[in-house]
């Protein structure tokens, strides 16, 4: 064992620390109706509670939803499975997350339904939330997944979990993905998956970091095991790859559409003063700029403002501008 092994461990490897990690994370199934009845029962109550948060915009009902999902635990189930060469075990708990998740979406389409006030998927604040992922997002992940991983082989930092359970985005985007599905929101409902592809392949990541360096991987193994773990290794590898540059395309094009935003603010700004108006809001919507002004001199012309924008290279499909008549307040009263 290395010395960075017993950093990561605190020690040495304790057998029964890692059997415990089995079974939590289903590697192991000894008693299939407590441990898989604890998981589904904890699964609905958990996507019921989530899915009524995002309903009603509460992050301290979501927060407590996070608390009680049990997705994680086969999703790190799939990384110890994995490093240990159970590739049986592999997709067992692979299985059980994909289960996992077709309940999660199945059962946030019931609460949706059921509930009287339907989702504002353009206002609230936990659906705008979780379905335009970005960079950060897979950041959190990853270290949400390198926490994870080393807590489940760690009888000594069981305080970190519930951080660990806050901070990775599982059961609530996937409680999004069903009421985006519900509202008729389709894009929505891929942006929240992305999210939680993103945890996933975070966790496996991590996972097979954490395991590798803690020397769980066995050093002599038949190679059709050895395989299978490389080609899994590989998948991963490449979708994390993916994820990043879609990721770093999303963050980029974002500081690019701020800065084009505070681009076209300073030129609506002089344009209008320039008028003698002032600028009283200013909007993008799907790549169009939505103007409103107000003064009382003549209204400044349009096209102007949309050449001004274009030499500047800010370029919108549409510029709307909307007029609000302003009345001197200096009035003579009789007296």
């Known amino acids: 064992m290395t010395k960075l092994s017993k950093m990561l461990l605190g020690g040495e490897l304790d057998a029964q620390v890692l059997e415990g990690a089995k079974q939590a994370t289903f590697v192991e199934v000894d008693d299939p109706l407590r441990q898989y009845s604890m998981f589904f029962l904890r699964l609905l109550a958990a996507t019921v509670v989530a899915t009524a948060g995002v309903a009603a915009d509460s992050s301290t009902t979501i927060i407590g939803a996070m608390l009680i999902a049990p997705l994680m635990s086969p999703m790190l189930g799939v990384a110890l499975a994995t490093a240990l060469g159970r590739m049986r075990d592999l997709l ?30 353009d206002a609230n604040t936990q659906v705008l939330a979780r379905i335009s992922p970005r960079l950060v997002d897979l ?123 505070r681009r076209a603010q300073d030129i609506t700004a002089s344009w209008a003063n320039n008028a003698g108006y002032r600028v009283t809001s200013l909007s993008v919507d799907d790549n169009e700029l939505y103007v409103q002004i107000a003064g009382v001199d003549k209204e400044p012309d349009v096209h102007t403002l949309a050449q001004s924008l274009s030499e500047a290279n800010v370029t919108y499909k549409d510029v709307y501008v909307s007029v609000v008549e302003e009345h001197n307040a200096a009035l003579s009263t009789d007296s």
Not at 182 to 194: D, K, S, T, W
Not at 207 to 231: F, N, Q, T, W
Not at 249 to 254: K, T
């Open 92 to 121: 067992r708990t692979l299985g059980l997350t994909l289960l996992g998740m077709g309940i999660v979406v199945l059962v946030s389409i019931g609460v949706t339904a059921i509930i009287p006030v339907a989702v504002d998927m």
């Open 139 to 261: 950041i959190i992940a990853l270290a949400a997944g390198f926490m994870a991983a080393l807590a489940s082989m760690r009888s000594d930092i069981p305080d970190a979990l519930p951080g660990v359970a806050i901070s990775a985005s599982i059961v609530p985007p996937l409680c999004v993905v069903g009421a985006s599905i519900y509202e008729g929101a389709p894009e929505a409902a891929i942006g929240a998956l992305l999210l939680f592809v993103a945890n996933f392949i975070a966790i496996q990541v991590m996972g097979a970091v954490v395991y590798l360096l803690m020397g769980l991987i066995p050093h002599s193994e038949e190679k059709p095991v050895s395989d299978a773990r490389a080609a899994w290794y590989a998948l991963v590898a490449i979708a994390a790859i993916a994820l990043v540059l879609f990721f770093m395309d999303v963050s980029m094009g974002i500081v690019r559409s701020g800065e084009m935003e």
